[in-house]
């Protein structure tokens, strides 16, 4: 009896002093294709920075099976093999294929969550990548599931999982930062099931309008109340602990790119009016980002100015304005999901850290994290 009336206290306690140690590193396998100080193959992920990498992406067919996306990157070039080679230099490091992104069709991920027989046909296609390419389990980064997929999402998760159990496969997800945007989800059912929500703490802010930050950790002093409650990453992961996630199941995002505006170089600060979003980078090739790299490479003389309501960095030069991550937020971001006793952080993606050192020390971001982490 005695044991009995202790063992709600050793949970407590156990929980209590849960590590924050997980470092999920998303590798955008096109890295691989980019030109110049830009191309990023799996031997340059350092295995011993990350506990986990998730390959993205990997596609979902409308029978239910995955399909490969770049067949001469996955395949012929083994970039699918290549990545989970690196469990042999760190064994313990896990290795997941990320299924989605943000271009691929929800409406296939709908209807395969709306069938039994089709979720399932989706486990069995899983398990086969799992056991032919040595992964350790399934990242779904279904974007997203709407108002109308929520009791189904919920289906599909818990045909995966079950599946996944007898060999001990992982199952993750990538989510909205503010589910109340894009319909909800069922936060309790999802964290009984999954083993890490990654939560993509990042994209608060855009090309429109005027020049905004891409991922702060707080809102801003002279922000709305509306964007100080839904614009920021700690007002995101406040939603899920709310909304009834265990804090050892949530991963805070960090994002290795930020988001560029084209300015009057006289007003340059944050709020200022924009001409647009600036122009792409030579190797992420994107209208409205730079990767951390490409900061590195062609901004490097550029003023950087850190808000120290925000908890993150902007830089300008001429008429080039970015909101971003360096060293000194991802260091503070990873304190805070130390703080909140979350399970840890993700980043999108590390092909983009600054892996020439051209900003300072090479995987500059990533080892800061690390860190952190282990501070």
């Not at 110049?36 to 506990?51: H, R, S």
């Not at 901004?299 to 300008?316: A, I």
């Amino acid at each position: 009896m005695q044991v009995l009336q202790l063992l709600p206290i050793f949970v407590l306690f156990a929980q209590a002093f849960a590590a924050t140690d997980k470092v999920i590193c998303y590798y955008a396998s096109w890295g691989a294709t980019r030109p110049g100080n830009g191309k990023f193959v799996a031997e340059d992920i350092d295995p011993n920075l990350c506990t986990h990498v998730n390959y993205a992406f990997l596609g979902l067919n409308r029978d239910g099976s995955l399909q490969i996306l770049d067949e001469e990157n996955d395949i012929n070039q083994e970039g699918l093999k290549r990545v989970s080679d690196l469990k042999k230099i760190n064994p313990d490091l896990k290795v997941l294929l990320s299924i989605g992104g943000a271009a691929a069709d929800t409406g296939t991920f709908t209807a395969v969550a709306n069938s039994a027989d089709l979720s399932q046909a989706m486990a069995n296609s899983a398990i086969e990548f799992f056991e032919k390419y040595n992964y350790d389990g399934l990242d779904v980064d279904w974007e997203y599931p709407r108002g109308g997929d929520i009791g189904t999402y919920i289906d599909l998760l818990t045909i995966l999982k079950k599946a996944f159990e007898p060999k001990g496969y992982l199952l993750t997800v990538a989510v909205n930062s503010i589910p109340g945007e894009v319909g909800g989800y069922d936060i309790p059912a999802m964290s009984n099931i999954l083993d890490v929500i990654n939560v993509m703490t990042y994209d608060f802010h855009a090309m429109w309008g005027n020049t905004a930050e891409n991922s702060p950790l707080y809102g801003g002093d002279n922000e709305s109340q509306w964007n100080k409650d839904n614009r920021n990453s700690d007002a995101a992961i406040r939603y899920w602990l709310d909304g009834g996630a265990d804090p050892q199941k949530i991963a805070l995002g960090i994002a290795f790119y930020g988001h560029t505006y084209k300015i009057n170089p006289n007003d340059h600060g944050l709020d200022a009016p924009t001409q647009g979003p600036g122009d792409p980078g030579p190797y992420t090739n994107n209208t409205f980002s730079l990767g951390y790299n490409e900061v590195c490479e062609f901004h490097r003389n550029g003023t950087v100015v850190f808000l120290d309501d925000m908890k993150v960095p902007y830089l300008y030069d001429g008429d080039f304005w970015i909101g971003y991550d360096n060293e000194q937020s991802v260091t503070i971001k990873t304190e805070y999901a130390k703080e909140k006793n979350l399970a840890g952080v993700f980043i999108w993606s590390i092909e983009t850290d600054d892996m020439h050192g051209l900003c300072g020390e090479k995987n500059g971001l990533l080892k800061a994290i690390n860190k952190a982490i282990k501070s």
